[in-house]
């Protein structure tokens, strides 16, 4: 199977007043994994919809190739995709299921038997073909379904959390073992999910929808480590947020006041938003828990606070710290277990520090996309 | 009656506690299922397994063991035509609810909001407005001097109003309007409990709309289908009023001959043995339909 280019651009779609998806352009190299990742109601099913032809987008266009597909049917448009809850046909045995779009296709009985086998072989359910759906495990139905999306051989396939209904441990192996299917068919993926942690360890790229919009698409780590807005910072990882007073911008970084003693220096807000705000503004300070340590309250450049709680959780130790700042916030700390650090006690006053560039700056109107 | 021990009547009293008391929230012990099921049984047993027992003692002694009765039945070429008539027209009328029901059903599971209201109500409007004035209606349509044979008349494609009524194709006619809600509704049950996404899935792997609804939509609605057909066929096989109503004296049917040899002719041995025979018929078809349904157990889910 040889991934085509899967290009969106300028997508809309509107029912009635309400916009789902606004504008949306994205272009997904041949054979790259994307994940569309958003929360609930962010459009990103109606996206999906739109590429798979359920939907007809209001203005704009969607071409596999150099095919312009637009306009044409969803049977006309070879694009695999599995379905939430996998919508395998009940009436129907494995092997029935499997050989539909083959059958759709009109391939010889003998070249579908083939193929049907391979495919089976190939998700490791040789055995299953003649039974029935609903006598299949959760994770079995799962396989199934890629097999059915993967048979025909779409250049592009669509998969719309495909792993919601199942549980954590065998939700980790199918994202093992559907980054291993995709490298070895070569198609294009678009793989639209509201998991963070399923968007960044199996894709290539992930672009982050919010309210309709594409608010930003890039590289796992880079999404992660340079958010460009207050919705990405928050929804990729953990993240703590402090409302802070702008005071000045440098040419390679701004200060900020937490408090009467405290300025912090940080890194400088984004071109555009620089120009919106002005000395004396409120601005959102981030910064992620791994990125903040648990220092000396009289060290220089130190947020205070106060141990509300300590969290003992495996690979590390989470300690929550209300900070003296506006609306006395708490911070999430990741101490690791194995540092020299002392325990802290809860009730004991800490200082909270970071490096300079761990800190993020986003102006308050970012934070509504 | 033998005097219990206080100890072994504290012991009868807990036993029967236990018994209508819930040992497990999950399931209902034998004994209280069978005591909420006994105003069911009550009223099955007076009202319905008795008088057909003693129907069926009528046709069978009188007073001693005669089969007479039967022997007419069976013997007789007018009620063999009479009981041939009867299949005939409720296979009819099965089939032509299904044809005319399906598309009925199809739309009101997919519509939505004000439509799917109108067509629901459509749909129970008939189904509620009794069967004496449905098929009065069809009389005042279908009539020598009706709306239809005015029309007909009136606009000249026929010189002389046409015999509509008192025929077999008109009872046809009448019972399939008055039983289409039981064909409509199992199908429309079972239509809705079939996932949209299961078309939209067989259009994505490359069926045009007309095969993923012959390869996908159809089948899974096929236990509404036969449900309907069984209530279908099944009512249409007893039905009285409509085709004593609409039917002439050639289009004499079961129900009408059984009510004729009852109130008529009073000749009630004979009216209970074509009573029986009626009954062993409809009894023959539900087994054999269901027999046929459960063929159909690999949907799961739907079925």
């Known amino acids: ?94 092997g029935q299921n499997i050989a539909f779009p083959l059958q759709m296709r009109g391939l010889k009985r003998t070249l579908i038997a083939d193929r049907i086998k391979r495919s089976l072989e190939l998700v490791q359910l040789g055995e299953y073909e003649r039974r029935y759906p609903h006598e299949l495990s959760g994770g079995q139905q799962q396989r199934v379904a890629v097999a059915r999306a993967t048979v025909f051989e779409p250049p592009v396939l669509l998969m719309d959390e495909p792993l ?45 929808m919010s309210k309709g919009n594409l608010v930003q698409i890039g590289e796992p780590v ?105 609306g006395n916030p708490v911070m999430q700390v990741q101490v690791p277990i194995s540092s020299s ?13 970071a490096k300079k560039d761990a800190f993020h700056v986003f102006a308050p109107a970012a934070t509504q996309p | ?37 006994a105003p069911l049984f009550a009223v099955l047993i007076a009202g319905f397994l ?4 003693h129907l069926v003692k009528l046709s069978l002694f009188s007073p001693g063991l005669d089969f007479s009765a039967y022997i007419r039945v069976f013997e007789t070429p007018l009620y063999m035509a009479v009981m041939a008539r009867t299949f005939r027209v409720a296979l009819a009328v099965t089939v032509l609810s299904l044809l005319l029901g399906f598309p009925v059903a199809f739309a009101m599971a997919r519509l939505k909001g004000r439509l799917a209201l109108v067509a629901g109500a459509a749909v129970f409007v008939a189904l509620w407005s009794p069967v004496l004035v449905r ?35 008109a009872v046809i006619l009448a019972m399939t309007h008055v039983l289409m809600p039981f064909m409509i509704l199992p199908i429309f049950a079972a239509l809705r409990s079939v996932p949209g996404e299961y078309a939209l899935a067989a259009r994505n792997l490359g069926a045009t709309a007309t095969r993923a609804f012959f390869r996908v939509t159809l089948p ?54 074509l009573s029986t025979v009626l009954l062993c018929l409809t009894l023959f078809f539900v087994l054999v339909f269901r027999k046929v349904l459960s063929f159909n157990r690999g949907f799961h889910g739907v079925g």
């Open chain 1, 1 to 94: 199977m040889i991934g085509q280019v899967l290009a969106l651009q300028k997508l809309r779609k509107r029912y009635n007043d309400a916009v789902a998806v606004d504008n949306v352009s994205l272009e997904i190299q041949a054979g790259e994994f994307v994940s569309i990742l958003g929360p609930s109601g962010s459009g990103k099913t109606t996206l999906l919809a739109m590429i798979a032809g359920f939907e007809r987008p209001c203005e704009g266009s969607i071409s596999i190739g150099a095919r312009d597909v637009t306009a044409l049917a969803p049977n006309h448009r070879n694009i695999g995709m599995v379905f939430q809850k996998y919508a395998l046909f009940p009436h129907l045995t494995v």
């Open chain 1, 164 to 208: 919601g209904a199942l549980d954590k441990k065998l939700r980790e192996t199918m994202q093992l073992e559907i980054s291993r299917l995709q490298k070895r068919l070569g198609a294009t993926v678009v793989y639209v999910t509201h998991d963070q942690d399923e968007a960044l360890t199996m894709s290539d790229r992930v672009a982050v």
């Open chain 1, 222 to 326: 880079e999404l992660y480590q340079r958010p460009q807005s207050a919705f990405v910072a928050d929804f990729i990882g953990k993240m703590n947020f402090i409302d802070v007073e702008y005071l000045a911008d440098r040419h390679d970084a701004c200060t900020v006041r937490l408090n009467e003693t405290v300025t912090l220096s940080v890194p400088r807000l984004g071109a555009n938003e620089r120009a919106r705000v002005t000395k004396g503004d409120l601005v959102r300070l981030a910064v992620r828990p791994e990125r903040l340590s648990i220092v000396e309250t009289e060290a220089t450049d130190t947020i205070q606070g106060i141990v509300e709680s300590s969290v003992f959780v495996g690979s590390f130790q989470l300690v929550l710290v209300r900070i003296n700042a506006r």
């Open chain 1, 341 to 353: 650090t002392p325990f802290v006690r809860v009730g004991e006053n800490v200082g909270v520090a």
């Open chain 2, 1 to 37: 009656m033998r005097k219990l021990s206080p100890i072994a009547r504290d012991g009868v009293r807990r036993r029967f506690r236990q018994a209508f008391t819930q040992t497990s929230f999950r399931h209902y012990s034998t004994a209280l299922s069978l005591y909420l099921l």
């Open chain 2, 50 to 53: 008795y008088p057909i027992g």
């Open chain 2, 135 to 169: 098929s009065y209606a069809w009389i005042v349509l279908l009539q020598r001097n009706g709306m239809v044979n005015q029309f007909l008349t009136e606009t000249g494609i026929t010189s002389e109003p046409l015999r509509l009524i008192y025929n077999e194709s």
């Open chain 2, 220 to 273: 899974l609605s096929l236990p509404g289908v036969f449900a309907g057909c069984v209530m279908c066929f099944i009512l249409a096989l007893g039905f009285y009023i409509t085709p004593a109503l609409i039917g002439g004296p050639g289009t004499l049917m079961m129900a009408t001959l059984i009510g004729q040899q009852a109130t008529a002719l009073l000749d009630w041995p004979f009216a209970a043995a």
